[in-house]
DNA sequence: ACCAAAATCACCCGAAAGTATGAAGGATAA
DNA sequence: TTATCCTTCATACTTTCGGGTGATTTTGGT
């Protein structure tokens, strides 16, 4: 776009330079005046191709681009989806087994029903739930899902 | 400032133009070849102006400045943003004190911390938590809080 | 193949949570 | 005044949770 607007700037400008050309050869071999005052008329030349020549300039000149970053504040309420803390996670060390079982506990289940939705056992469901607490530095499963979600470890 | 800059530009511009047209002057009273191939002559001098008229506005032209304004989106996630139900409370028929409960309760704190919050005994916060999970429909506190949070009766 | 981390499970015990029932005092409205 | 609801508390019992310890298997990476 902006290419092609540049081409058609200088194609422009060599068609009407040539056209003063051939304008003033044919002054030429019409009338002798040039060679009474040829400074005169050189100096118009000069002052028509600089004026020429300015045009072409401010034609061409690309503009610079000052980009201007605007923050646009957005705010999300609780329906939107926020990405979970996988940062936050690596961190604390939290396994993805430890995770699951958080997320279950964070939607109000039991250690006994965390064990029949994951097949595994209520003691293990217990070993992953202690994990948890330490690592989340708490005491208890509702402490250890407010922190998470504050966290932004699950949810 | 920038106006003493334009200005001696501006000077430099016509001496130099003036410095050419007498050069100019003086090559044509030396040589005669300008005789021969006027418009020879006439395209290099065409071609210096273009080109001092380029560089003259170059010069003194202020850039052009395009603001290109970028969007950057801030996510903010609001602490309080949405307002708690009343309506809902009112409709569960959950009782003031209730809801103190509730709302330390989400604060992952145990009930004997609740009682020492609220200056009962660990068996009256036992009796709201038992009156809240009927009301709520549910039988766990973690399932009360994650049921009041998406119900907006707390926070 | 080997090592470390993760996942699995078990047992015990105490603490916390939850259920059921009853009861008493206070506020409020019919 | 009576009925109703809220709040408070108690006792007894069951269930769930959480801590501690130890052990085995699985898995992923060097």
Redesign the pocket.
């Known amino acids: 776009m902006q290419f092609n607007t540049k081409h058609k700037e200088i194609l422009l400008y060599g068609i009407s330079m040539a056209v003063l050309l051939l304008l003033l050869q044919w002054l030429e071999a019409r009338f002798i005046v040039f060679n009474y005052r040829l400074d005169i008329f050189i100096g118009a030349i000069a002052i028509i191709f600089t004026v020429l020549g300015v045009w072409l300039a401010l034609k061409l000149i690309k503009p610079k681009v000052e980009t201007r970053i605007v923050e646009k504040e957005i705010y999300i309420h609780q329906t939107t989806p926020t990405e979970i803390n996988q940062q936050e996670i690596e961190q604390l060390?939290i396994?993805?087994?430890?995770l699951e079982v958080l997320d279950l506990m964070a939607r109000g289940m039991?250690?006994?029903e965390i064990a029949a939705a994951?097949f595994?056992?209520l003691?293990?469901v217990?070993?992953?739930?202690?994990g948890i607490?330490v690592k989340l530095d708490v005491?208890?499963?509702t402490q250890a899902v407010e922190k998470a979600k504050r966290l932004r470890i699950i949810q």
């Open positions: 060390g396994s993805k087994r430890e039991s250690n006994e994951l595994v056992s003691n293990t217990k070993t992953h739930s202690s607490f005491k208890r499963r």
